[in-house]
């Protein structure tokens, strides 16, 4: 029997629109969204990323961050560098994505606050159990991933493993 209140995506999706819908209002009045959170997370984590990293890593699709990419700009926090040719060796279509002064410091003083969310989700979770649960994630995560690009609903019965 189907059970919503115990299966897993709604309940992943329940807590994880908890705590965005929290940290969506400490956004707010930043004028960013919590897509565009990710994107300034992902450059802290590496500043001067290609659109594809950044996509890779936050999850979004390049045609979305593209455009919110364009949106930072005009905010003033990012901005696109192409490479310098140095010995012929750069592709001169590869484009990176690099914090201003004004993006990293709006970054660094939202960390705090987006790590106390983490601080509160996993209250009464001891540090073996919140890397258990950050490697399982992962793991369910990689699992998904592994989905056939054009095939997003898996056939009835059928087993990741198996394959």
């Known amino acids: ?11 992943l999706n329940r807590a994880g629109t908890r705590i965005a ?30 659109m594809g ?15 919110l ?3 930072l700009e005009r905010k003033k926090l990012v901005e696109r560098r192409r490479p310098t040719a140095r010995g012929g060796g750069a592709d001169a279509r590869a484009v990176t994505v690099h914090f201003t002064a004004a993006g990293r410091r709006l970054t660094q003083q ?17 540090a073996a159990e919140t890397r258990q649960i950050k490697a399982l994630l992962l793991r369910l995560f990689h699992n998904m991933d592994r989905l056939d690009a054009a095939e997003r609903t898996p056939a009835r019965g059928r087993t990741l493993a198996a394959e």
């Open 53 to 67: 990293q950044i996509a890779t890593l936050t999850s979004i699709e390049v045609s979305t961050l593209s455009r």
């Open 69 to 71: 990419v364009d949106a």
């Open 110 to 126: 939202l960390i705090p606050t987006a790590l106390d969310y983490e601080t509160i989700a996993l209250d009464g979770f001891s």
């Open 1 to 11: 029997m189907f059970d919503l209140a115990s299966y897993l995506p709604y309940l």
């Open 21 to 50: 819908d929290a940290f969506t209002e400490v956004l707010r009045p930043h004028g960013i969204t919590l897509t565009m959170w990710r994107v300034l997370a992902a450059l802290d984590h590496e500043d001067g990323q290609r």
